[in-house]
């Protein structure tokens, strides 16, 4: 196109555009196959270096006041490739609802026997009392003119809440006075001191 007399500029937003729509359909069709039986394929991952890997990926490139939080060591069944893909949109979503150098943290707890329960708080706009109980449904939008704003279509949250129940687990949200906390509770966590005294 620039060879064919095109200004750069009008190059550049053409391909942005075609980006966003490439990046959308990755997401649709990530979702049609969420009810697949091979859309999972579940190994064990130490969470504690996963957690940590894709925090310190988004702490590099996205201008907030992160914190890493206490992790609970141990081991994760599951799909790795589909677990970073909830944790980036869980992620992305707390960086579109908070303003520049705002707080976000990561940290893990114990979430009942055999589960694990990852946390995201962020200290942004929170989300509406009359979205909550919608906020995972797909193309769905807490606040529809700022998401748009940002790019959005309201799939992130639906893909998270596709690989959380395809994990047998689930995601859920709840405001806090400062904004807001998604869990990504998952089953399958063996803790990191059982797992020592079992290799004992």
């Not at 994760?76 to 909830?86: C, P, T, Y």
Request: net charge negative; charged share 25%.
């Amino acid at each position: 196109l620039r060879s064919h007399g095109f200004q750069a500029s009008e190059v550049d937003v053409a391909v942005e555009e075609l980006e966003r729509i490439d990046a959308i359909l990755s997401r649709l069709l990530l979702l049609a196959n969420a009810d697949q039986p091979d859309f999972v394929q579940a190994t064990a991952v130490e969470l504690e270096p996963l957690l940590e890997d894709v925090f310190m990926r988004w702490a590099e490139v996205a201008p907030r006041t992160w914190r890493l939080g206490e992790l609970v060591a141990g081991e994760l069944i599951a799909d790795v490739e589909r677990l970073r893909s909830a944790l980036d949109a869980l992620l992305e979503n707390a960086v579109k609802y908070t303003p520049p150098q705002a707080g976000i943290e990561v940290r893990t707890r114990r979430d009942g026997p055999g589960r694990v329960a990852i946390e995201i708080e962020d200290e942004g706009w929170g989300v509406p009392e009359e979205a909550l109980n919608r906020i995972f449904d797909r193309f769905a939008r807490a606040d529809s003119a700022r998401t748009r704003s940002a790019g959005g279509v309201g799939l992130g949250l639906a893909i998270v809440d596709a690989i959380a129940k395809a994990h047998g687990g689930a995601c859920t949200v709840s405001s806090t006075p400062r904004g807001s906390v998604f869990t990504l509770s998952l089953p399958n966590f063996t803790p990191a001191g059982r797992l020592t005294s079992v290799a004992a």
